[in-house]
Protein backbone atom coordinates (compact mmCIF):
# COMPACT_ATOMS: atom_id res chain seq x y z
CA UNK A 1 0.00 0.00 0.00
CA UNK A 2 1.59 3.23 -0.78
CA UNK A 3 1.72 6.27 0.93
CA UNK A 4 -1.08 7.77 -0.73
CA UNK A 5 -3.36 5.09 -0.20
CA UNK A 6 -3.42 5.47 3.92
CA UNK A 7 -6.22 5.02 5.89
CA UNK A 8 -8.90 7.02 7.00
CA UNK A 9 -8.57 5.81 10.30
CA UNK A 10 -4.60 6.95 10.86
CA UNK A 11 -4.26 10.05 12.13
CA UNK A 12 -1.90 11.60 10.39
CA UNK A 13 -4.36 12.19 7.92
CA UNK A 14 -6.93 14.32 9.94
CA UNK A 15 -5.45 17.48 8.88
CA UNK A 16 -5.58 16.46 5.25
CA UNK A 17 -9.00 16.02 5.81
CA UNK A 18 -10.25 18.87 7.19
CA UNK A 19 -7.49 21.13 4.98
CA UNK A 20 -9.41 19.84 2.04
CA UNK A 21 -12.63 20.28 3.73
CA UNK A 22 -12.15 23.97 4.57
CA UNK A 23 -10.56 24.26 0.24
CA UNK A 24 -13.66 22.84 -1.08
CA UNK A 25 -15.90 25.53 1.54
CA UNK A 26 -13.68 28.10 0.13
CA UNK A 27 -14.31 27.14 -3.48
CA UNK A 28 -18.13 26.69 -2.45
CA UNK A 29 -17.79 29.98 -1.54
CA UNK A 30 -16.63 31.21 -4.66
CA UNK A 31 -20.25 31.36 -6.24
CA UNK A 32 -21.10 33.61 -3.89
CA UNK A 33 -18.70 36.12 -4.58
CA UNK A 34 -18.85 35.30 -8.44
CA UNK A 35 -22.21 36.92 -8.22
CA UNK A 36 -21.29 40.17 -6.98
CA UNK A 37 -19.11 40.49 -10.33
CA UNK A 38 -21.89 38.96 -12.63
CA UNK A 39 -22.69 42.47 -13.53
CA UNK A 40 -19.46 44.61 -13.27
CA UNK A 41 -17.21 42.72 -15.26
CA UNK A 42 -16.77 40.15 -18.47
CA UNK A 43 -16.97 36.58 -17.93
CA UNK A 44 -12.90 36.59 -19.48
CA UNK A 45 -11.62 39.79 -17.62
CA UNK A 46 -13.08 38.85 -14.00
CA UNK A 47 -10.85 35.28 -14.59
CA UNK A 48 -8.19 37.40 -15.54
CA UNK A 49 -8.27 39.59 -12.67
CA UNK A 50 -9.07 36.57 -10.29
CA UNK A 51 -5.63 34.98 -11.04
CA UNK A 52 -3.33 38.04 -11.47
CA UNK A 53 -4.49 38.62 -7.84
CA UNK A 54 -3.65 34.89 -7.24
CA UNK A 55 -0.39 35.67 -8.85
CA UNK A 56 0.39 38.32 -6.54
CA UNK A 57 -0.33 36.57 -3.65
CA UNK A 58 1.47 33.44 -4.50
CA UNK A 59 4.67 35.61 -5.13
CA UNK A 60 3.98 37.07 -1.67
CA UNK A 61 3.73 34.26 0.28
CA UNK A 62 7.00 32.85 -1.44
CA UNK A 63 8.82 35.88 -1.29
CA UNK A 64 7.57 35.98 3.00
CA UNK A 65 8.35 32.16 3.01
CA UNK A 66 11.90 33.02 2.05
CA UNK A 67 11.06 30.12 -1.01
CA UNK A 68 12.84 30.81 -3.84
CA UNK A 69 11.49 30.24 -6.94
CA UNK A 70 12.66 26.78 -8.55
CA UNK A 71 14.31 26.42 -11.90
CA UNK A 72 11.97 24.03 -14.15
CA UNK A 73 13.77 21.79 -16.61
CA UNK A 74 12.11 22.07 -19.94
CA UNK A 75 9.89 19.18 -19.60
CA UNK A 76 8.56 20.20 -16.47
CA UNK A 77 8.08 23.51 -18.12
CA UNK A 78 5.85 21.88 -20.58
CA UNK A 79 4.11 19.91 -17.85
CA UNK A 80 3.32 23.21 -16.05
CA UNK A 81 2.12 25.09 -19.09
CA UNK A 82 -0.07 22.00 -19.97
CA UNK A 83 -1.46 22.28 -16.21
CA UNK A 84 -1.77 25.75 -16.95
CA UNK A 85 -3.96 25.67 -19.90
CA UNK A 86 -6.30 22.83 -18.68
CA UNK A 87 -6.88 23.99 -14.98
CA UNK A 88 -6.59 27.78 -15.40
CA UNK A 89 -6.98 28.92 -18.39
CA UNK A 90 -9.04 25.88 -20.55
CA UNK A 91 -11.61 25.45 -17.15
CA UNK A 92 -12.58 29.37 -16.97
CA UNK A 93 -13.14 29.60 -20.46
CA UNK A 94 -15.54 26.75 -20.47
CA UNK A 95 -16.91 27.71 -17.06
CA UNK A 96 -17.90 31.44 -17.83
CA UNK A 97 -19.43 30.71 -21.34
CA UNK A 98 -20.83 27.73 -20.46
CA UNK A 99 -22.87 29.44 -18.12
CA UNK A 100 -24.36 31.92 -21.32
CA UNK A 101 -26.37 28.43 -22.66
CA UNK A 102 -26.96 27.21 -19.14
CA UNK A 103 -28.41 28.28 -15.16
CA UNK A 104 -25.36 27.60 -12.38
CA UNK A 105 -27.79 25.21 -10.68
CA UNK A 106 -27.01 22.92 -13.80
CA UNK A 107 -23.81 23.49 -14.20
CA UNK A 108 -22.85 23.05 -10.79
CA UNK A 109 -24.26 19.34 -10.92
CA UNK A 110 -22.33 18.53 -14.21
CA UNK A 111 -19.24 20.12 -12.03
CA UNK A 112 -19.98 17.71 -9.33
CA UNK A 113 -18.95 14.43 -11.47
CA UNK A 114 -15.70 15.50 -10.77
CA UNK A 115 -14.58 13.40 -8.51
CA UNK A 116 -16.59 10.66 -10.30
CA UNK A 117 -13.93 11.23 -13.41
CA UNK A 118 -10.97 11.71 -11.32
CA UNK A 119 -11.78 8.33 -9.70
CA UNK A 120 -12.01 6.54 -12.94
CA UNK A 121 -9.59 8.01 -14.64
CA UNK A 122 -6.99 7.29 -12.34
CA UNK A 123 -8.13 3.81 -12.32
CA UNK A 124 -7.21 3.56 -15.86
CA UNK A 125 -4.29 5.76 -16.58
CA UNK A 126 -2.60 5.10 -13.44
CA UNK A 127 -4.10 1.99 -11.89
CA UNK A 128 -4.86 3.39 -8.56
CA UNK A 129 -7.04 0.47 -6.71
CA UNK A 130 -10.79 1.35 -7.34
CA UNK A 131 -12.40 -0.64 -5.11
CA UNK A 132 -16.29 -1.49 -5.00
CA UNK A 133 -17.08 0.57 -1.77
CA UNK A 134 -15.31 3.27 -2.97
CA UNK A 135 -17.10 3.52 -6.45
CA UNK A 136 -20.34 3.23 -4.51
CA UNK A 137 -19.18 6.19 -2.26
CA UNK A 138 -18.29 8.77 -5.71
CA UNK A 139 -21.86 7.54 -6.27
CA UNK A 140 -23.41 8.70 -3.09
CA UNK A 141 -21.23 11.93 -3.33
CA UNK A 142 -22.99 12.62 -6.79
CA UNK A 143 -26.24 11.85 -5.27
CA UNK A 144 -26.24 13.93 -2.82
CA UNK A 145 -24.40 17.11 -5.07
CA UNK A 146 -27.34 16.40 -7.25
CA UNK A 147 -29.95 16.26 -4.44
CA UNK A 148 -28.60 19.69 -2.65
CA UNK A 149 -28.80 21.46 -6.25
CA UNK A 150 -32.02 20.22 -6.96
CA UNK A 151 -33.67 21.25 -3.62
CA UNK A 152 -32.93 24.84 -4.43
CA UNK A 153 -35.58 25.24 -7.15
CA UNK A 154 -35.70 22.13 -9.24
CA UNK A 155 -37.19 24.56 -12.21
CA UNK A 156 -33.94 25.98 -12.76
CA UNK A 157 -32.85 22.82 -13.99
CA UNK A 158 -35.45 22.58 -17.14
CA UNK A 159 -32.92 23.59 -19.94
CA UNK A 160 -33.48 24.97 -23.60
CA UNK A 161 -33.14 23.10 -26.65
CA UNK A 162 -29.67 24.55 -26.97
CA UNK A 163 -29.12 23.30 -23.24
CA UNK A 164 -26.86 20.61 -25.01
CA UNK A 165 -23.76 23.05 -25.70
CA UNK A 166 -23.75 24.66 -22.38
CA UNK A 167 -23.45 21.59 -20.93
CA UNK A 168 -20.88 20.29 -23.11
CA UNK A 169 -18.59 23.38 -22.56
CA UNK A 170 -19.11 22.70 -18.28
CA UNK A 171 -18.40 19.16 -18.82
CA UNK A 172 -15.19 20.33 -20.22
CA UNK A 173 -14.88 22.37 -17.15
CA UNK A 174 -14.57 18.55 -15.43
CA UNK A 175 -12.38 17.36 -17.53
CA UNK A 176 -9.76 20.41 -17.47
CA UNK A 177 -10.04 20.04 -13.82
CA UNK A 178 -9.37 16.01 -14.03
CA UNK A 179 -6.79 16.66 -16.22
CA UNK A 180 -5.33 19.02 -13.30
CA UNK A 181 -5.02 16.46 -10.38
CA UNK A 182 -4.22 13.58 -12.28
CA UNK A 183 -1.03 15.02 -13.91
CA UNK A 184 0.05 17.53 -11.17
CA UNK A 185 1.41 14.20 -9.55
CA UNK A 186 5.00 13.91 -10.91
CA UNK A 187 5.54 18.39 -9.90
CA UNK A 188 4.46 17.77 -6.92
CA UNK A 189 6.78 15.30 -5.65
CA UNK A 190 9.84 16.82 -7.52
CA UNK A 191 8.61 20.94 -7.43
CA UNK A 192 6.48 20.64 -4.82
CA UNK A 193 2.40 21.82 -4.31
CA UNK A 194 3.39 25.60 -4.07
CA UNK A 195 5.97 25.90 -6.49
CA UNK A 196 3.42 23.67 -8.79
CA UNK A 197 0.38 25.76 -8.28
CA UNK A 198 2.36 29.19 -8.63
CA UNK A 199 4.15 28.19 -11.85
CA UNK A 200 1.04 26.77 -13.58
CA UNK A 201 -0.94 29.72 -12.18
CA UNK A 202 1.54 32.52 -13.49
CA UNK A 203 1.42 30.44 -17.08
CA UNK A 204 -2.99 30.43 -16.74
CA UNK A 205 -2.79 33.62 -15.96
CA UNK A 206 -0.63 35.10 -19.06
CA UNK A 207 -2.82 32.89 -21.13
CA UNK A 208 -6.00 34.61 -19.86
CA UNK A 209 -4.68 38.30 -20.40
CA UNK A 210 -3.14 37.72 -23.58
CA UNK A 211 -7.02 35.97 -24.50
CA UNK A 212 -8.73 39.30 -23.16
CA UNK A 213 -5.99 41.04 -25.06
CA UNK A 214 -6.64 39.89 -28.09
CA UNK A 215 -11.04 39.74 -27.19
CA UNK A 216 -10.58 43.64 -26.70
CA UNK A 217 -12.23 43.02 -23.11
CA UNK A 218 -9.06 44.56 -20.91
CA UNK A 219 -11.53 47.88 -20.00
CA UNK A 220 -9.86 50.57 -17.30
CA UNK A 221 -13.40 52.06 -17.06
CA UNK A 222 -15.21 49.17 -15.85
CA UNK A 223 -12.21 48.47 -13.43
CA UNK A 224 -12.78 51.76 -11.57
CA UNK A 225 -16.64 51.27 -11.79
CA UNK A 226 -16.12 48.83 -9.64
CA UNK A 227 -17.20 49.39 -5.69
CA UNK A 228 -15.95 47.85 -2.55
CA UNK A 229 -18.42 45.08 -2.74
CA UNK A 230 -16.50 43.90 -5.96
CA UNK A 231 -13.28 44.51 -4.78
CA UNK A 232 -13.63 42.17 -1.82
CA UNK A 233 -14.98 39.89 -4.25
CA UNK A 234 -12.12 39.63 -6.21
CA UNK A 235 -10.12 39.51 -3.65
CA UNK A 236 -11.52 36.53 -2.11
CA UNK A 237 -12.11 34.95 -5.52
CA UNK A 238 -8.02 35.40 -5.86
CA UNK A 239 -6.29 35.09 -2.64
CA UNK A 240 -8.42 32.65 -0.73
CA UNK A 241 -10.62 30.62 -4.07
CA UNK A 242 -7.23 30.33 -5.78
CA UNK A 243 -4.26 30.61 -4.56
CA UNK A 244 -4.26 29.66 -0.75
CA UNK A 245 -7.32 27.12 -1.81
CA UNK A 246 -4.98 25.62 -4.76
CA UNK A 247 -1.88 25.26 -2.62
CA UNK A 248 -4.27 22.92 -0.11
CA UNK A 249 -5.74 21.23 -2.69
CA UNK A 250 -2.31 19.94 -4.52
CA UNK A 251 -0.92 19.40 -1.13
CA UNK A 252 -3.88 17.06 -0.28
CA UNK A 253 -3.78 15.19 -3.67
CA UNK A 254 0.96 14.81 -2.66
CA UNK A 255 -0.32 12.87 0.70
CA UNK A 256 -3.60 11.20 0.01
CA UNK A 257 -4.23 10.75 -4.12
CA UNK A 258 -6.23 12.39 -6.50
CA UNK A 259 -9.12 10.11 -6.21
CA UNK A 260 -9.65 10.51 -1.98
CA UNK A 261 -9.00 14.33 -2.76
CA UNK A 262 -11.24 15.19 -6.01
CA UNK A 263 -13.93 13.31 -3.74
CA UNK A 264 -13.95 16.43 -1.35
CA UNK A 265 -14.91 18.54 -4.35
CA UNK A 266 -18.63 17.45 -4.09
CA UNK A 267 -18.81 19.45 -1.17
CA UNK A 268 -18.85 23.22 -3.31
CA UNK A 269 -22.52 22.65 -3.91
CA UNK A 270 -23.30 22.13 -0.18
CA UNK A 271 -21.36 24.89 0.90
CA UNK A 272 -22.86 27.07 -2.21
CA UNK A 273 -26.34 26.37 -0.80
CA UNK A 274 -25.20 27.21 3.31
CA UNK A 275 -23.39 30.33 1.71
CA UNK A 276 -26.44 31.23 -0.08
CA UNK A 277 -29.14 30.98 2.86
CA UNK A 278 -26.84 32.42 5.00
CA UNK A 279 -25.78 35.78 2.73
CA UNK A 280 -28.43 35.51 0.21
CA UNK A 281 -31.41 34.61 2.12
CA UNK A 282 -31.63 31.50 0.22
CA UNK A 283 -33.95 29.02 2.54
CA UNK A 284 -32.55 25.31 3.74
CA UNK A 285 -34.89 22.55 2.98
CA UNK A 286 -35.09 18.84 4.63
CA UNK A 287 -33.22 17.82 0.96
CA UNK A 288 -30.51 20.31 1.34
CA UNK A 289 -29.70 18.40 4.83
CA UNK A 290 -30.24 15.41 3.68
CA UNK A 291 -27.94 15.82 0.66
CA UNK A 292 -25.42 17.27 2.49
CA UNK A 293 -25.43 13.96 4.81
CA UNK A 294 -25.24 12.09 1.64
CA UNK A 295 -22.04 13.84 0.49
CA UNK A 296 -20.60 13.27 3.78
CA UNK A 297 -21.20 9.59 3.84
CA UNK A 298 -20.12 9.34 0.16
CA UNK A 299 -16.55 10.52 1.44
CA UNK A 300 -16.54 8.31 4.30
CA UNK A 301 -17.17 5.65 2.35
CA UNK A 302 -14.45 6.21 -0.74
CA UNK A 303 -11.74 6.33 2.39
CA UNK A 304 -12.82 3.58 4.66
CA UNK A 305 -12.67 0.71 2.77
CA UNK A 306 -8.71 1.73 2.46
CA UNK A 307 -9.04 0.81 6.19
CA UNK A 308 -9.65 -2.37 6.61
CA UNK A 309 -7.55 -3.16 2.90
CA UNK A 310 -4.13 -1.96 4.78
CA UNK A 311 -4.86 -4.26 7.76
CA UNK A 312 -4.62 -7.66 5.44
CA UNK A 313 -1.75 -6.19 3.80
CA UNK A 314 -2.35 -4.48 0.34
Aim: hydrophobic share 55%; glycine share 10%; aromatic share 10%.
Amino acid sequence: MTTCEQSLSNPSDVPVYLKLAAVTMIWGGTFVAGRFLADSLSPLFAASLRFLLASVALLVFLLLARVPLARPSPRQWLQLALLGFFGIFFYNLCFFYGLHYINASRASLIVALNPAVIGLASWLLFKEHLSRAKVFGIVICIVGASLVIVSRNPQLLAGNPDAWIGDLLIFGCVLGWGVYSLFSKDLNQTLGPVQTVTYSILLGTLMLWVASAVRGELSIAALASLGATQWISLMYLGVLGSALAYIGYYDGIRKIGATRSGVFIALNPLTAVILGALLLGEQLTLAMCLGGGLILAGIFLCNKPLARAGKKGI
